[in-house]
């Protein structure tokens, strides 16, 4: 089982790759480096026990290379997880490109990206991920055909949004099917906060479901947009904690469950698409629970767009990747009993069946 | 051109990889890891642009993993410049495997080891090396068959040692005809430093050629044999330094040539199998040259290892190794012209050569 005392398991002090503090079992982490294009990229694969590791590509201008890698190792660990939990055939990985995403694109640095990633043969499949798009995805393209979410131009899943909101409104039905005995969220009082491409998809079904619904969100433009094609009541994003509501939906930033907003929580419900919602898992895991509050695991509800780049892997079909989103529901509520019956947030539960599995194919 | 700039060209802060001091323009550094047998094993592949990067496998209870990363780094860029100017289509790769070689190795290690190796492709071929032998090799064999160096009794070459004593003995006879017009070893006074496989080998061919050959060893049941066998005088491995000689052959230790030794030698040449023999590169180059000693560069004249796993890789033959051996006279005399004609120092003008070979093989 992934322990936290994987965490230096290899034994050498704190430092570099081995050695350091989310190293926490990697099978292999690849630096690759090309003079000519300034291709500075990290590839961590952390686990192939029940598949190829898939995970995205990040671009991001890191101060360092320390926190470059400490990032890739983290996502590629959480990974495994995601796969893990919802069922899917894959291990867990991810890339970092250290630059600079708005000047440091050129269509020979992701060819070249490309050529590294075909020479580890599948065993890391990459797709887009913050700072790259499907675009830049048709250039590694070129060189690999590792890589997964491409445009639906050329025969792959396109936007993956839609399907991860699914999915989070299966894990959200999930939970009032657990908090109230019925899973309808007619008339239910639902935050989304956040209201991009997840954020808005997510509005549209429980708006059909007939909730009422409140949104926030950065973008004032989309903002209104979204009110306006939904009837969502617009909220300013940080009175989102103090609203008297049902099901608070964080579809944007992380670690928005920190100790001053739980606190501050009026809901019975937390379940939204946002990455790592738990500021730190232990102990933000417990308060929220501690404050009745019932808790969807990220990472399990908003696996949506994995299901759909998996689903791409093996052949595009919308139907079937809806389908395999709506089992959410099912593991939500194993999730749920799990916890109680263990004595465990659904956090630490969710995380427990992931290496339940794990364990079970390593030893098969 | 490899020039010191590309160190911390990736213009990252001093640490890691990217940034290492050491990093040197690498075009890729694996790190490997495998929980259950314990591998922990750091490949390097520096440059490919002549051919497949090949370099042995170190075994090494290193302090930390910094020290491991500098190491590997160091001996993997130092594989690009020996293939480049022995004129082998290789590039230069070396790894390290973090472990204590008298305990550590286990079968499954060495077998995990070879599956990473494949992973790579054939973008990095391995051989023995410090800590590892022909025998682990067959382990890693048989996941892979990119590694070279395999014993005789598998259709391998077996033992290097012969070929790479040839080839310095090759540049010796160069130097002797550069310094002396003569190639000739006849009467002239030899001082073997180690006389190990590659060592004895050396006092074997210099002593059929009717040298006077002074040998020195730690090991002294080696030392006697030797003595008895060819009829070499016992000398302590510190008179070396002191004695009234022709030619200076380190066999055994790397950087014997520091300030105080260059200060003490009594000998025209300095031509032996020995790695890394200038403490510094730039310093001690330049001082030897100063004091009228020719140095035939090391990583020149003891490329008959290299040369004799290459020819393993296109299907062995001894007797083309041991010719391919002897072009090591042809390059060490160009070298020595180019050192005169651009006025520098020996080694630089082997590094030189071996950057502008890279150079017009990245144009071309």
Redesign the interface.
């Known amino acids: 089982m992934l322990e936290v005392k994987?965490i230096n398991?290899?034994g050498?002090?704190n430092?570099?790759?081995?050695?350091n503090k989310s190293?926490a079992?990697?099978?292999?982490?690849?630096?690759?480096?090309?003079?000519k294009t300034g291709l500075?990229a990290i590839i961590a694969i952390h686990d192939t026990t029940l598949g190829p590791a898939l995970g995205g590509t990040r671009m991001w201008m890191y101060k360092?290379?320390?926190e470059a890698?400490n990032d890739v190792l983290r996502l590629s660990r959480g990974m495994t997880f995601k796969a893990a939990i919802t069922g899917l055939e894959l291990g867990g990985g991810k890339a970092v490109i250290?630059g600079d995403a708005r000047k440091d694109k050129t269509p020979d640095l992701f060819r070249k990206y490309g050529e590294?990633i075909d020479?580890?043969?599948g065993?890391y499949i990459t797709a887009e991920d913050v700072g790259t798009s499907t675009s830049d995805m048709v250039y590694v393209h070129e060189r690999t055909k590792f890589v997964t979410g491409l445009p639906e131009s050329m025969g792959g899943s396109g936007d993956p949004s839609p399907v991860t909101a699914y999915g989070v409104y299966m894990g959200m039905k999930a939970s009032a099917m657990e908090r109230w005995g019925d899973d309808s969220l007619r008339g239910k009082k639902i935050a989304v906060q956040g209201v991009g491409h997840v954020g808005e998809n997510l509005v549209k079904y429980v708006t059909e479901e007939g909730a009422k619904v409140y949104i926030s969100d950065i973008n004032k433009e989309q903002l209104e947009a979204v009110s306006k094609k939904y009837g969502a009541e617009i909220v300013s994003p940080d009175a989102v904690y103090d609203l008297d509501i049902d099901i608070y939906a964080p579809c944007a930033l992380g670690a928005t469950l920190n100790t001053e907003h739980i606190g501050r929580l009026k809901c019975a419900i937390v379940a939204g698409a946002a990455n790592n919602q738990l500021a730190d898992e232990n102990i933000h895991g417990k308060m929220v629970t501690d404050k009745g509050i019932l808790y969807a695991p990220d990472f399990l509800i908003n696996a949506g767009g994995l299901i759909n780049v998996y689903s791409e892997i093996k052949g595009y079909n919308r139907e079937a990747s809806l389908e395999q989103a709506k089992n959410i529901y099912t593991t939500t509520l194993e999730i749920f009993k799990k916890a109680k019956l263990e004595n465990l947030t659904t956090a630490a539960a969710a995380r427990m069946l992931a290496e339940e599995r794990l364990l079970a194919a390593r030893k098969a």
């Open positions: 994987d398991e290899a050498l002090s430092d570099l790759v081995f050695g190293f079992g990697h099978e292999e982490v690849v630096f690759c480096y090309d003079k500075k360092s290379e320390a890698l250290i590294f020479s580890l043969k065993r």
